[in-house]
C-alpha cells in the first residue's frame, strides 16, 4: 500500500466512526508512525509503505476508535510552542492554559514562582524556559503526575524544584507568584465529558468538588504565608466561574482582582494580589 492511500484508508476509518476531528486524528498518527511531515509526505506519497509501521498505524487508529486521546497515543503534545511528553498519568495540556501562561509571562521576571497541580509540569516548566523567573516551583499531590513532570523538566532542561504535596501541605518557603490550573470541574458534570476526556484523563485532574470550586477555597485559604504582601495569584477558571471565584478572592485579602479572556471569548483566567 502506498502511503497516500494508509491515510486515506485511515481518515475514512475515524470518520466513519465519528471520532471528533477524525481527518486531522488521522494525519497525526499518521505523521507520528512513518515520521512523515507535509514536506515529506507531498514527495513520497506515492510510495511503498513499510509493513510493520502500517501495522503500528492500524493499532494507533484502534486506540482512536476506542476514544483513546490522540495525545496519550504519540505520547506529546505542544504547549506554547514546547513539546511536552504526556500518558495517562496527566491531564493533556490545553490550548486554552496558554491563556494562564501569557498572563503570568507578564509578571514572573526576576521572580519566585510555585505552580502548584502542576500536573505534566507544562505551565511551570513553560514558565521557566520563556520567563526568566528567579526560581521555578512544582508541585503536585500525585507522585505519578510528578514523575511525568520531572520527565519534561529534563527534556528542557531547566533548573526547576520538584514537590510532592497536597497543595501547600509541604511547600516551604514563599513566593512572588502562584500559579495554578487546579481541577475545576464540578463533580456531577465529569459524566457529561466528551469520552477522550472522562474515560481516560485522571480523574483527580478533573473533579473539583461538588461545584468545581474545592480547590479554589483551599488554595486561598492556605496562600497566607506562602504567597508574599503585594504578590500574585493567577488561576485558570472553567468559563462560567469567573463571578464565582472573583467573590472568593473579594472575601479575602485580595485587591485588583481582573478576569482575563481567551480567544474565544470566554473567562479563563482570574488574577489578584494579595495584600494580606
Ligand atoms: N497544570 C496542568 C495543566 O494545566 C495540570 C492541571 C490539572 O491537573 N488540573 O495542564
Known sequence: MTYQQILDQGKECLRQAQI?????GAWYLFA?????????????SQEEA?????DRYQSFLRGRLRHIPLEYLIHRTEFMGLSYYVDSRVLIPRQDTECLVEEALLLCK??????????????????????????????????EALAVARENGLAHSVDVAFVKSDLFEEVDG???????????????EIQRLMPEVRDYEPVMALDGGEDGLFFYKKIMDQLPGHLRRGGMVLFEIGFDQGKAVRRLLEN?????IEVKKDLAGLDRVVCAQYEG
Open 110 to 143: 526576576d521572580k519566585d514562582v510555585l505552580d502548584l497541580c502542576t500536573g505534566s509540569g507544562c505551565i511551570g516548566i513553560s514558565l521557566a524556559v520563556l520567563g526568566a523567573c528567579r526560581s521555578v516551583t512544582l508541585s503536585d499531590a500525585s507522585e
Open 32 to 44: 507520528e508512525c512513518f515520521k512523515m511531515d507535509r514536506a515529506r509526505f507531498f514527495l513520497c
Open 252 to 256: 479575602r485579602a485580595f485587591v485588583r
Open 50 to 54: 513499510p509493513s510493520d509501521q502500517i
Open 20 to 24: 471528533p476531528e477524525a481527518d486531522l
Open 174 to 188: 514563599d513566593f512572588d507568584i502562584i500559579v495554578s490550573n487546579p481541577p475545576y470541574i464540578a463533580r456531577k
